[in-house]
């Protein structure tokens, strides 16, 4: 797996990161096109690319504060959901990155946040 900094909204993904991101999150929860394309100018953000065999499988969104860093969002794609990749990706964020901040919707909503709050919490024990 490989995690790849995106620096410029002219990269080919940036297109398929944010029609994902549009339909995944609530609109309360994302920015405009325009908006999005101005985290690129940010010194504090960073959108990485998630690679698995050489194929774009989802993306972060991160900003790095002052003591932590800020996971905004993380996605993987709907077509690669359900193997165990966001289990990888979280594995990088805790290796890479000591203190970070990760909101997760509340276990009790669905099957798939009760996954993934048994998962991040095994990961943090």
Same mark, same amino acid.
């Given at each position: ?11 080919? $993904? ?16 994302? $920015? ?48 690669? $959901? ?44």
């Amino acid at each position: 797996m490989e995690f790849l900094q995106i620096t410029s909204p002219d990269d080919y $993904r940036v297109q398929h990161i944010f029609n994902s991101y549009s339909t995944t999150f609530p609109e309360d929860e994302r $920015r405009e096109w325009s908006q999005f394309v101005k985290l690129f100018d940010h010194p504090n953000v960073q959108v990485i690319s998630v690679l698995n065999n050489s194929e774009n499988i989802g993306y972060l969104i991160i900003w790095d504060l002052k003591n932590h860093v800020f996971v905004e969002h993380f996605e993987v794609f709907s077509e690669f $959901r359900n193997q165990k990749l966001g289990s990888h990706i979280t594995d990088y964020l805790f290796k890479n990155y000591p203190r970070i901040i990760l909101e997760i919707e509340p276990e009790h909503l669905d099957d798939n946040a009760k996954r993934r709050f048994f998962v991040l919490s095994k990961k943090r024990v």
